[in-house]
């Protein structure tokens, strides 16, 4: 008989009730055993030096815990465990979040309110790929990042100038005055790049960026 295939799980999330909850709900999924839990990342970065032989597939990381936030534990993860799959969970769907997550080294980002269903999916889709975000947060990104075609051809040098700035912090304004160029003219970048890829958000044209290898994730 065939062994079955565990996917082995952490949490960190500073309540308990949520994190609790996350640890019963995925309890009914046989596939899946869950090795650690933390109320922070400094926690959960402690418990997995100490587990090497148990790492974690994928940890499910929530982004505001005190101590050590989830965008410096994704950092300290990826560069550390490399191989490790983070699944950002987050109550909240603004750009500046996604975008953050993204270039600490998040592979997927879901929404608290997540069907118990879709967040098993979640994992078990991290399991064997390198991106997993939820249709809830992105809309229509997740078939662009996972396409291979080298777009750069089609993209002047100044739009992939504005597509590698728009994975920062900067506001729209803060781009135009680091590329010596009036706000109009970023707008016209965007605009464009709106339509070459046929995207409508910043954070698709970070996704974008980061698929094209123009930042570092």
């Known amino acids: 008989m065939e062994k079955q295939r565990f996917t082995k799980i952490a949490i960190a ?7 609790k909850g996350l640890i019963n709900i995925l309890g009914f999924y046989k596939d899946i ?9 400094a926690e ?12 974690p597939e994928v ?10 936030d989830g965008f ?8 550390s465990w490399p191989e490790i799959k983070i699944l950002a969970l987050s109550m909240y769907d603004n750009e500046e979040n996604i975008i953050k997550m993204l270039r600490c080294g998040a592979n ?10 879709d967040l098993y999916q979640a994992i078990l889709h991290l399991r064997n790929h390198d991106f997993y975000y939820s249709e809830q947060v992105t809309g229509k990104l997740l078939h662009k990042i996972q396409q291979t075609e080298d777009e750069r051809q089609n993209l002047t040098e100044r739009e992939l100038e504005f597509l590698q700035n728009c994975c920062s912090e900067m506001t729209y304004k803060e781009i135009a ?8 003219t970023v707008d ?3 605009e464009s790049l709106f339509q070459k890829l046929n995207i409508s958000s910043r954070v698709g044209l970070a996704l974008h960026a980061i698929r094209l290898g123009l930042v570092r994730v």
């Not at 999330?13 to 994190?19: T, V, Y």
């Not at 005055?177 to 109009?184: A, H, I, Q, W, Y």
């Open 13 to 19: 999330d500073d309540h308990a009730i949520l994190r």
């Open 33 to 41: 055993q869950v090795v650690a839990e933390a109320e922070n990342g």
């Open 44 to 55: 959960l970065l402690d418990k997995l030096k100490a587990e090497e032989e148990e790492l």
């Open 59 to 68: 940890i499910i990381l929530d982004i505001n815990m005190p101590v050590m």
């Open 72 to 79: 410096s534990a994704a950092k300290a993860i990826r560069k």
């Open 108 to 117: 997927g980002y879901v929404l608290k309110d997540i069907d118990p269903k």
């Open 177 to 184: 005055e680091k590329m010596f160029v009036s706000p109009r």
């Open 188 to 190: 016209g970048y965007r």
